[in-house]
């Protein structure tokens, strides 16, 4: 299977804590996305990345978060000192350019207590 | 105003029915819209793109009304296994490759 790959699955940090995720993209995507979900929402954009250039961050994204994706292939989302409020489902999706959909995957669950 | 909006529903039908949603969004320069289903705790996977004619998939019409800023999907002969929350997307403008999800509407198809 060539789909979107994320990990962890589920994580489970004590507030305070750092966590990082890492995303795998579908190879021949360029273009990589970080959507963050909560119950009963719909997914909300926080950054994407054409090859390793980061082009849009999410206005709502306080400095604790940050992304990467140095190589133009995989990207890791960063969340520093953990919020009770930054309990989410984290999805990366990748997609072929700017009009093509996006291919999601399995979804990174964050839980902070 | 939100850049997407969407009815969250829920909307709960008879198997066999035909159920459509609108999804409206605030950006005329918006070029891309598709639409999406998620079921429950999965991620959202591709349902079809919605073109300028309007482009039809088996059971699945989606229809795009530039003027008046909306999108819509038409499910006709609903069956059980449509039962998910179905996600307009929209990308925020014509020199950007965000795109915007509305929150969804949840369809529940009874026997």
């Known amino acids: 299977d060539t789909g979107v790959s994320q990990n962890p699955r589920h994580k489970i940090t004590k507030r305070g804590q750092n966590v990082t995720f890492r995303c795998d993209p579908i190879?021949?995507?360029?273009?990589l996305y970080w959507y963050r979900q909560t119950l009963g929402q719909g997914p909300e954009f926080l950054t994407y990345f054409q090859n390793e250039a980061q082009l849009e961050k999410s206005r709502l994204l306080s400095d604790r978060f940050s992304a990467e994706r140095p190589k133009g292939s995989f990207s890791t989302l960063e969340i520093q000192r953990t919020e009770q409020g930054d309990s989410a489902m984290y999805l990366c999706?990748?997609?072929?350019?700017?009009?093509?959909?996006?291919?999601f995957g399995n979804g990174t669950r964050l839980t902070v207590t | 105003r939100k850049e997407v909006e969407q009815d969250p529903g829920p909307f709960n039908v008879p198997e066999g029915a035909t159920v459509a949603f609108n999804c409206t969004y605030s950006n005329s320069a918006s070029q891309s819209f598709f639409w999406y289903r998620q079921d429950c705790r999965k991620e959202p996977k591709l349902l079809m793109s919605?073109?300028?004619s309007g482009n039809e998939d088996g059971r699945f019409t989606a229809q795009l009304n530039r003027a008046s800023q909306y999108i819509s999907l038409l499910i006709r002969d609903s069956k059980l296994s449509d039962s998910a929350t179905y996600l307009c997307?929209?990308?925020?403008?014509?020199?950007?490759?965000?795109?915007?999800f509305g929150q969804g509407t949840t369809l529940q198809v009874k026997p």
């Open positions: 919605v073109y300028s």
């Open positions: 997307v929209v990308n925020s403008g014509s020199n950007t490759g965000k795109l915007i």
């Open positions: 999706a990748s997609s072929r350019g700017k009009d093509s959909p996006l291919h």
């Open positions: 190879s021949e995507h360029n273009r």
